[in-house]
């Protein structure tokens, strides 16, 4: 399958923070690839080079068969962003300001108003036309946001953390467009935090840490990293949770996650022996425990034990 974005090594510096370090990645057209790593990992930083918003300092990448550095103006005609917050204007009503993306895009006055009425009707949005965007819904900006996005019927979408802050209904809404979408041919490029939606949206992940890609799969291939089960141990009130995932990591070799959110330590197994040994452990550390049982382990699990620490932990840098 033609690939639409190649990713070769891409590398960017702010200072001597290394942001994204020898970064590669394919997505193929017609497909969406979850871009998923903790906050500062360098998630927005890879969508800016890709949109042509900031510069590589090394490596190569190619959207819709285009060089992002040497040929920027052609992919920006087959690109389409929808950022972590809404970005249209909100001093024009909404009608007006997909209007105006389309002008921007040399669209004949007459195309623009009709992809304006035709694209307010899709993302449901027609009774709103007049109102201006700061009278709107989170869940109705959302969806602005995304109308404006495809004004240029883009090749590729990126989009970055899209359902922030939205409520459940608002987020599987805007999940349907993005299926609609790919359904049409449209490639997806979806970062985010949030394991549920690249699970639900996402064909391939790719996880990265500390700028760098740390593993990458389809989510049942990512789940078979840590194992078929995952032991979890919920300790006595109290426990510092931290210093025995490292006590029971340094007794058995396996790795011991801790997940303060929920009071669990999570310890993936990958069979019987896995589970005796790790059983065994447990009862050798002498700690407390107020419940042990397994289960098959979530894409936040994964995540948490591929990136050994919380995807929501804000003591990051924010690249």
Same mark, same amino acid.
């Given at each position: 399958?033609?690939?639409?974005?190649?990713?070769?090594?891409?590398?960017?510096?702010?200072?001597?923070?290394?942001?994204? @370090? #020898?970064?590669?990645?394919?997505? +193929?057209?017609?497909?969406?690839? *979850?871009?998923?790593?903790?906050?500062?990992?360098?998630?927005?930083?890879?969508?800016?080079?890709?949109?042509?918003?900031?510069?590589?300092? #090394?490596?190569?990448?190619?959207?819709?068969?285009?060089?992002? $550095?040497?040929?920027?103006?052609?992919?920006?005609?087959?690109?389409?962003?929808?950022?972590?917050?809404?970005?249209?204007?909100?001093?024009?009503?909404?009608?007006?300001?997909? %209007?105006?993306?389309?002008? =921007?895009?040399?669209?004949?006055?007459?195309?623009?108003?009709?992809?304006? !009425?035709?694209?307010?009707?899709?993302?449901?949005?027609?009774?709103?036309?007049?109102?201006? +965007?700061?009278?709107?819904?989170?869940?109705?900006?959302?969806? &602005? !946001? &995304?109308?404006?996005?495809?004004?240029?019927?883009?090749?590729? &979408? %990126?989009?970055?953390?899209?359902?922030?802050?939205? @409520?459940?209904?608002?987020?599987?809404?805007?999940? @349907?467009? $993005?299926?609609?979408?790919? *359904?049409?041919?449209?490639?997806?490029?979806?970062?985010?935090?949030?394991?549920?939606?690249?699970?639900?949206?996402?064909?391939?992940? $790719?996880?990265?840490?500390?700028?760098?890609?740390?593993?990458?799969?389809? +989510?049942?291939?990512?789940? #078979?990293?840590?194992?078929?089960?995952?032991?979890?141990?919920?300790?006595?009130?109290?426990?510092?949770?931290?210093?025995?995932?490292?006590? =029971?990591?340094?007794? #058995?070799?396996?790795?011991?996650?801790? !997940?303060? $959110?929920?009071?669990?330590?999570?310890? +993936?197994?990958?069979?019987?022996?896995?589970?005796?040994?790790?059983?065994?452990?447990?009862?050798?550390?002498?700690?407390?425990?107020?419940?042990?049982?397994?289960?098959?382990?979530?894409?936040?699990?994964?995540?948490?034990?591929?990136?050994?620490?919380?995807?929501?932990?804000?003591?990051?840098?924010?690249?």
């Amino acid at each position: 399958m033609t690939a639409a974005i190649q990713v070769d090594g891409l590398i960017k510096e702010f200072g001597p923070s290394r942001a994204v @370090d #020898g970064v590669s990645m394919e997505v +193929p057209a017609g497909s969406v690839l *979850g871009l998923l790593g903790p906050n500062g990992a360098g998630k927005t930083t890879i969508v800016r080079m890709l949109a042509t918003l900031a510069r590589p300092d #090394g490596g190569r990448a190619r959207v819709a068969g285009f060089d992002v $550095v040497e040929e920027a103006h052609q992919v920006r005609g087959r690109i389409g962003l929808t950022g972590q917050y809404a970005s249209v204007d909100e001093t024009i009503p909404g009608w007006d300001n997909l %209007y105006m993306i389309g002008r =921007l895009h040399r669209l004949p006055s007459r195309r623009a108003k009709a992809l304006a !009425d035709e694209l307010l009707e899709r993302f449901r949005l027609t009774e709103a036309a007049r109102k201006l +965007p700061r009278d709107y819904s989170g869940g109705m900006r959302r969806r &602005l !946001d &995304l109308a404006a996005s495809l004004v240029g019927e883009p090749e590729v &979408l %990126y989009l970055d953390e899209p359902t922030t802050g939205l @409520d459940p209904r608002s987020r599987n809404e805007l999940w @349907d467009m $993005v299926r609609a979408l790919v *359904g049409k041919g449209t490639t997806v490029l979806l970062t985010t935090q949030y394991m549920e939606e690249a699970e639900a949206l996402a064909e391939n992940i $790719v996880v990265i840490d500390h700028g760098r890609v740390i593993a990458e799969g389809t +989510p049942a291939e990512l789940r #078979g990293r840590i194992g078929g089960q995952v032991l979890r141990i919920r300790p006595d009130r109290g426990t510092d949770l931290a210093g025995m995932a490292r006590q =029971l990591t340094g007794t #058995g070799g396996l790795t011991a996650v801790a !997940d303060p $959110v929920e009071g669990l330590i999570t310890l +993936p197994v990958a069979g019987q022996s896995d589970l005796t040994a790790a059983v065994r452990m447990l009862a050798a550390s002498g700690v407390p425990v107020d419940g042990i049982d397994t289960h098959t382990p979530s894409l936040d699990e994964v995540f948490l034990t591929l990136t050994a620490g919380d995807p929501a932990d804000d003591t990051r840098r924010t690249a």
